[in-house]
């Protein structure tokens, strides 16, 4: 999304000091792709931020989604949120992007929370092996989609692959 927004209502500048979060590589999307979510892991990045164009907390969420491709029935899922204004949150992440939204007074917060896995065992965060064995097998098209994602990812201390070292 960084450095491939598409339609989505931001300003165009990204912040560096957005919450310490823990972000892997471990969802593999329909196309293929490994991508960057929230998961349970002991990785911790600081991630980036930008401000939406967009006043309203439902429109957030409905532009992140459609952004991401995200059905308006599965928002309530895989949209995370924070309100200010009511005190309410969702998703992976909250509580840190709470704190960190707060002390930014930001009115509101939107964010990705999509599940991990692979397609086939959602849910479940795969192994390096999976991940490689899943990259491998992809046609050479969706391959360079894939790799181009990895290589386009922001390089931030902290980002690995499961079962690996931190870069």
């Given at each position: 999304?960084?450095?491939?927004?598409?339609?989505?209502?931001?300003?165009?500048k990204?912040?560096e000091?957005?919450?310490?979060?823990?972000?892997?590589?471990a969802?593999?999307?329909?196309?293929?792709?490994?991508?960057?979510?929230?998961a349970?892991?002991?990785s911790?990045?600081r991630?980036?931020?930008?401000?939406m164009?967009?006043?309203?907390l439902?429109?957030?969420k409905?532009?992140?989604a459609a952004?991401?491709?995200?059905?308006?029935?599965d928002?309530?899922?895989?949209i995370?949120f924070w309100?200010?204004?009511?005190?309410?949150?969702?998703?992976?992440?909250k509580?840190?992007i709470q704190?960190?939204?707060?002390?930014?007074?930001?009115?509101?917060?939107?964010w990705?929370?999509?599940?991990?896995?692979l397609?086939?065992?959602?849910d479940?965060?795969?192994?390096?092996?999976?991940?490689l064995?899943?990259?491998?097998?992809?046609?050479?098209?969706?391959?360079?989609?894939?790799?181009?994602?990895?290589?386009?990812?922001?390089?931030?201390?902290?980002y690995?692959?499961s079962?690996?070292?931190?870069?």
């Amino acid at each position: 999304m960084i450095w491939n927004p598409g339609a989505l209502p931001i300003r165009k500048k990204w912040f560096e000091d957005g919450p310490v979060l823990p972000i892997e590589f471990a969802r593999q999307s329909k196309d293929g792709r490994i991508t960057l979510v929230i998961a349970e892991t002991e990785s911790l990045v600081r991630s980036l931020w930008a401000l939406m164009t967009i006043d309203d907390l439902a429109s957030a969420k409905s532009a992140l989604a459609a952004r991401e491709s995200i059905q308006e029935a599965d928002i309530k899922y895989s949209i995370g949120f924070w309100d200010k204004a009511t005190n309410t949150s969702h998703g992976m992440g909250k509580a840190a992007i709470q704190a960190w939204a707060a002390e930014k007074d930001l009115d509101a917060a939107v964010w990705t929370n999509l599940k991990i896995g692979l397609v086939a065992s959602r849910d479940h965060m795969p192994t390096y092996d999976q991940i490689l064995a899943s990259l491998q097998g992809l046609a050479h098209e969706k391959r360079a989609v894939a790799e181009e994602y990895v290589r386009h990812a922001p390089i931030q201390n902290g980002y690995r692959i499961s079962e690996k070292t931190p870069t």
